[in-house]
């Protein structure tokens, strides 16, 4: 009796969301899938209210902020061009939420965005702690001073010092979250860096 060879075709099984790349959560939420976004909100979540609330100031108001981010995130994920990470693009919706929980509470008002000049990198807060033995040793009470004194920085120059000090985000990132030039973040975390000097001296 001859055999029939059968070609059987296996598709293989979808990993799951927590070992998707960021362009195939990106895809699948596209079309609709609901488990992606979840699986967004599940990695960006601590961390984005970690930073809503260093601008902020607030932890149930952050909290608010998150969630409040993610709602539109998700309601206007068709305006996700893809030329930003979809972190940045987060962090983008974080920072205009917050910006307009502060206006309501009416705390601070939008700072002029400076055009001068280069950061001064002779001097920040994480580079401080690893050059003394002694301050590495007190670098989770630095750490506490440094927060504590960024909470008094202007609106603007508390978020853009958070996303470079804290998130380690590059200037383009923060430009790119901002919607500003390259040259004003620049600016920006340069009197932020000089106010906290004088917060800390």
Same mark, same amino acid.
């Given at each position: 009796?001859?055999?029939?060879?059968? @070609?059987?075709?296996?598709?293989?099984?979808?990993?799951?969301?927590?070992?998707?790349?960021?362009?195939?959560?990106?895809?699948?939420?596209?079309?609709?899938?609901?488990?992606?976004?979840?699986?967004?909100?599940?990695?960006?979540?601590?961390?984005?209210?970690?930073?809503?609330? &260093?601008?902020?100031?607030?932890?149930?108001? @952050? *909290?608010? $902020? @998150?969630?409040?981010?993610?709602?539109? *995130?998700?309601?206007?994920?068709? =305006?996700?061009?893809?030329? *930003?990470?979809?972190?940045?693009?987060?962090?983008?919706? *974080?920072?205009? =939420?917050?910006?307009?929980?502060?206006? &309501? &509470?009416?705390?601070?008002?939008?700072?002029?965005?400076?055009?001068? /000049?280069?950061?001064?990198?002779?001097?920040?807060?994480?580079?401080?702690?690893?050059?003394?033995?002694?301050?590495?040793? =007190?670098?989770?009470?630095?750490?506490?001073?440094?927060? @504590?004194? !960024?909470?008094?920085?202007?609106?603007?120059?508390?978020?853009?010092?958070?996303?470079?000090?804290?998130?380690?985000?590059?200037?383009?990132?923060? !430009? &790119? $979250?901002? /919607?500003?030039?390259?040259?004003?973040?620049?600016?920006?975390?340069?009197?932020?860096?000089?106010?906290?000097?004088?917060?800390?001296?």
């Amino acid at each position: 009796m001859q055999r029939e060879n059968l @070609a059987i075709a296996f598709t293989p099984a979808d990993p799951p969301a927590s070992q998707m790349s960021e362009q195939v959560l990106v895809d699948r939420i596209r079309a609709g899938d609901s488990a992606a976004f979840d699986e967004v909100v599940r990695r960006h979540h601590e961390r984005l209210i970690q930073f809503v609330c &260093r601008v902020v100031n607030d932890p149930d108001d @952050a *909290a608010d $902020v @998150a969630q409040e981010t993610f709602i539109k *995130a998700h309601r206007r994920f068709g =305006e996700f061009q893809g030329h *930003a990470g979809l972190f940045t693009w987060l962090y983008r919706i *974080a920072y205009n =939420e917050s910006i307009s929980l502060l206006r &309501r &509470r009416k705390l601070r008002s939008y700072l002029r965005l400076g055009s001068d /000049g280069t950061v001064d990198q002779s001097w920040d807060p994480a580079l401080s702690i690893d050059d003394d033995p002694i301050a590495k040793m =007190e670098s989770e009470q630095l750490q506490q001073q440094v927060e @504590a004194a !960024a909470a008094q920085l202007p609106p603007r120059q508390r978020a853009i010092f958070s996303m470079k000090h804290f998130e380690d985000m590059s200037h383009g990132d923060i !430009a &790119r $979250v901002l /919607g500003r030039s390259e040259g004003a973040v620049r600016a920006n975390y340069f009197h932020a860096v000089r106010k906290l000097r004088q917060y800390l001296s």
